[in-house]
């Protein structure tokens, strides 16, 4: 069974930056993946962004490239997410997401076996 733990979010003005954690315990995650989606009020839950553990691809939602930023530590097992000139648009709850087997499959939710509590990022214009 894998844990998943986020942290890092709040209220941040527009323009600001926030960067979201999501430490992971239970398992390795050697032939999976780890990624973040979201979910605004009165919207569906969408992929924002993921990363292959073993090397370090990364995928992005297109309303995000070039402002968010995902990394990882593997000796952490911890996935960030750096958010930076954020927008009104990207207030929702984000939810960190993994599997531990491979799959060529990133943009699912379905895809992801484990998912975190979520955490609220609130940016005010």
């Known amino acids: 069974q894998v844990q998943l733990v986020e942290s890092g979010g709040g209220l941040v003005q527009a323009g600001g930056s926030l960067r979201l954690s999501c430490a992971a315990s239970?398992?390795?995650?050697?032939?999976?993946?780890m990624g973040w989606f979201r979910q605004a009020p009165g919207k569906e839950r969408e992929f924002v962004t993921a990363?292959?553990?073993?090397?370090?691809?990364?995928y992005y939602a297109d309303s995000v490239k070039g402002r968010f930023t995902i990394s990882r530590d593997r000796a952490k097992n911890t996935v960030y997410l750096q958010m930076n000139s954020l927008k009104p648009e990207d207030t929702a709850v984000y939810y960190c997401?993994?599997?531990?087997?491979?799959?060529?499959?990133?943009?699912?939710?379905?895809?992801?076996?484990?998912w975190g509590q979520g955490t609220q990022v609130t940016v005010s214009s």
């Open positions: 239970g398992r390795t995650f050697s032939s999976g993946a």
């Open positions: 990363i292959i553990w073993s090397g370090g691809m990364t």
């Open positions: 997401a993994a599997r531990t087997r491979y799959s060529t499959d990133i943009y699912r939710q379905g895809s992801y076996d484990y």
